[in-house]
């Protein structure tokens, strides 16, 4: 991977999430019969502009990206003509002004529920919650987890792919509570695994939590069978088919899929010769792994996919989808559930339970942006639901300078009956400044110290 293929899905998520944010407030503050005066994707000096509709808004593409504004009409930024006094953003009602303000952040959460319900209602191919016992499998054994269990439940709660057993795991591994695990064994009985997490560290960002339970995917002997093959990746540009068998790379036996990919990772840039089998007839292809750049080390791709394996009649993975009013029901619940669980680790920074160096910045959300575009649309669509959220959590919290701030004022104004003093909100638009600065500073120490220690 080039940089090209960081920066355009970071480019292409950021410049949605900022639309869809700033969306929420020209709308809401248009129906309230505001009059918005510029729409800037972006700040600083405008790169490109137009004025269009009843009130000529100026529809702006700045400089500076990481972000963007709405100016509405107001009377504290400059002069109003008389008969447009009733259009100023300083003289609606508090609950107007609560209902703009609280309009952005609201809209990337909406942006959220709407792409996670499409995605569980067009489904996708996940990975069976079937757990194996990994290296270090002390808490996992303790449960008494056997290889190949496969999760139907924990506690009340369906799980249905691997990626909904993380999910479930890391939600009471915060709350330090034992759980159920419902299994359906290899010999199709219903068992009942008991299993504690309770004092499991969650903030360590060297180590998945499943792994530190000791837990990892169930995998069959997978054989070296192709089975999906990019049109761009090195295997096509060779002549290699799905369905192709590979026997052998420079005359190494190859016996698994596992031995394969061992063989590739290793070879990037290296020209290997593949001995293949298709049908009955016995073959050699020349394939130079691409490289590409993973976690700090150049690795080998020939752009492949495993032949989904079966063992016994056991696939590896399923086909997940929902209904169209249960994939609503579910999207409502994970957007809810994800806001919920980034409240709280924000919390556990605050007292000191969980590390800053989970707080991360553009130069790691670019990071994933290009990964998960390379896994797949589906991937790549998680990826943005996720950052919306965490857009529209963190725009909620209460720190002048953010949404939050100006709603922790009208909430104060609903109270008292009467505005905040100007001046007690100059002084709280510094502190939001300086808050705002020391987490952008943590947000990209720990992206640098990430590039630098791999």
């Given amino acids: 991977m080039n940089l090209f293929d960081y920066l355009v899905p970071f480019a292409l998520a950021l410049g949605l999430l900022i639309l869809i944010h700033e969306l929420g407030h020209y709308l809401v503050a248009r129906w309230c019969g505001v009059k918005v005066l510029r729409f800037s994707i972006g700040f600083g000096k405008p790169l490109l502009s137009c004025k269009a509709g009843r009130d000529r808004t100026e529809w702006a593409l700045a400089a500076f990206p990481l972000g963007g504004y709405v100016k509405m009409l107001d009377e504290r930024e400059g002069p109003v003509a008389p008969e447009e006094l009733h259009r100023a953003f300083n003289r609606q009602s508090v609950w107007r ?25 067009t489904g996708s191919n996940e990975l069976r919650p079937r757990l194996a016992l990994s290296d270090t499998p002390a808490i996992a054994q303790a449960a008494g987890v056997q290889d190949g269990d496969l999760v139907l439940a924990v506690d009340d709660e369906a799980v249905r792919s691997w990626q909904d057993l993380r999910w479930v795991l890391l939600r009471h591994a915060l709350d330090s509570r034992e759980v159920l695990l419902h299994v359906r064994t290899l010999d199709d009985r219903e ?73 590739v990772r290793d070879a990037a840039g290296q020209d290997l010769r593949f001995e293949v089998q298709r049908g009955g007839e016995r073959f050699v292809l020349d394939i130079v792994p691409d490289e590409l750049a993973e976690g700090g080390a150049r690795i080998g791709r020939i752009g492949v996919g495993v032949a989904e394996p079966l063992q016994d009649g056991l696939s590896m993975f399923a086909e997940v989808r929902y209904g169209i009013g249960e994939g609503l029901v579910k999207a409502v619940r994970q957007t809810w559930e994800t806001s919920v669980l980034s409240l709280k680790m924000i919390g ?79 002084i709280g638009q510094q502190i939001g400044l300086v808050l705002l600065a020391m987490l952008m500073a943590f947000a990209f120490y720990n992206d640098i110290n990430r590039l630098i220690s791999g």
Avoid: C
């Fill in 97 to 121: 002004r609560f209902a703009i303000v609280a309009a952005g952040p609201l809209a990337n959460l909406l942006l959220a529920v709407a792409l996670y319900w499409g995605l569980f209602v």
């Fill in 348 to 426: 556990r920074m605050l007292t000191g339970e969980v590390s800053w160096k989970n707080l991360s910045g553009p130069v790691t959300i670019a990071d994933y942006a290009g990964q998960t575009a390379q896994l797949g649309l589906d991937h790549y669509l998680k990826f943005v639901a996720l950052i919306s959220i965490s857009l529209g959590v963190l725009n909620l919290l209460p720190i002048p300078v953010l949404d939050g701030g100006h709603l922790l004022y009208y909430t104060v104004e609903i109270i008292k009956g009467g505005p905040i003093p100007e001046r007690v909100m100059e």
């Fill in 191 to 263: 068992a009942v695994r008991r299993l504690d997490l309770r004092g499991v560290p969650i903030d360590d960002e060297r180590q998945d939590l499943i792994v530190r339970l000791g837990l990892q995917p169930w995998r069959p002997l997978i054989p070296a069978v192709i089975g999906r093959v990019a049109d761009d990746g090195a295997a096509a540009r060779a002549g290699m088919r799905s369905g192709d068998e590979v026997l052998a790379i420079d005359d190494t036996p190859i016996a698994s899929w596992g031995e394969l990919v061992a063989k």
